[in-house]
């Protein structure tokens, strides 16, 4: 079945640190890809996709994430995290108009 | 370009009573998607839509549930009658071109 799995419930990181969020996908053929970011009680923000080409991605914010056939992941970075940063993160993928969503990683940035 | 427009924000109902989420997509996205947002299941694909006409309701929980897309600028998704375990927050999503974008979402609370 197509999946995508965030192993990562949680993550605390110190401002001004980098961040990796982990994606592993399980598709048939290499899905579309995508990570949003959700702030409390707003909808999902797309902060960047991926299709085909590149296999590194660059999206707003700063944030940036590397496909990889051979792991089956598109992990999301970013060099130096912002207090701002702090929300929950999801992964996606889709091979049609189906997005199927990981259950999130929500980010808390300590000052 | 106002967004994805939602409404209401906040609703709550009393277990019984007809609710009606309602949904503006964005002015050229041929695609409009439900999904439902809980702790315990993550975000779901509820329907899905595209130029107009229901593709895939199969992620839709029982007959209690119904959506429909009048034309390309409204929809809605109707709950009757409404139980506590529909408590959970409903977005909705227009597409083009693999472009999603989320409303803010509708946070159901049925008492």
């Known amino acids: 079945a197509q999946s995508v799995t965030q192993p990562d419930i949680h993550i605390t990181v110190s401002e001004g640190a980098s961040l990796e969020l982990r994606c592993n996908y399980s598709y048939g053929a290499t899905p579309y890809l995508f990570w949003y970011v959700q702030s409390p009680g707003q909808g999902l923000q797309l902060l960047l996709k991926?299709?085909?080409?590149?296999?590194l991605v660059q999206g707003i914010k700063g944030f940036e994430a590397e496909f990889k056939r051979s792991q089956s992941s598109f992990n999301l970075r970013k060099p130096s995290v912002h207090w701002s940063d702090a929300a929950e993160y999801f992964c996606s993928g889709g091979s049609n108009y189906k997005l199927t969503f990981g259950k999130g990683t929500l980010l808390t940035v300590n000052p | 370009d106002a967004g994805v427009i939602q409404s209401p924000r906040h609703e709550v109902t009393e277990m019984g009573q007809e609710v009606t989420l309602r949904c503006k997509p964005i002015?050229?996205?041929?695609?409009l998607f439900w999904y439902r947002q809980t702790m315990m299941r993550g975000l779901e694909l509820l329907i899905y839509f595209n130029n107009n006409v229901p593709i895939d309701d199969s992620g839709m929980p029982e007959d209690r549930f119904s959506a429909k897309m009048p034309n390309a600028s409204f929809s809605t998704l109707k709950i009757q009658p409404s139980e506590p375990r529909d408590s959970a927050v409903y977005f909705c999503?227009?597409?083009?071109?693999?472009?999603?974008?989320f409303g803010s979402g509708t946070r159901l609370t049925v008492v």
């Open positions: 002015s050229g996205h041929n695609s």
């Open positions: 991926y299709f085909s080409g590149d296999t």
């Open positions: 999503a227009s597409n083009y071109n693999y472009g999603y974008t």
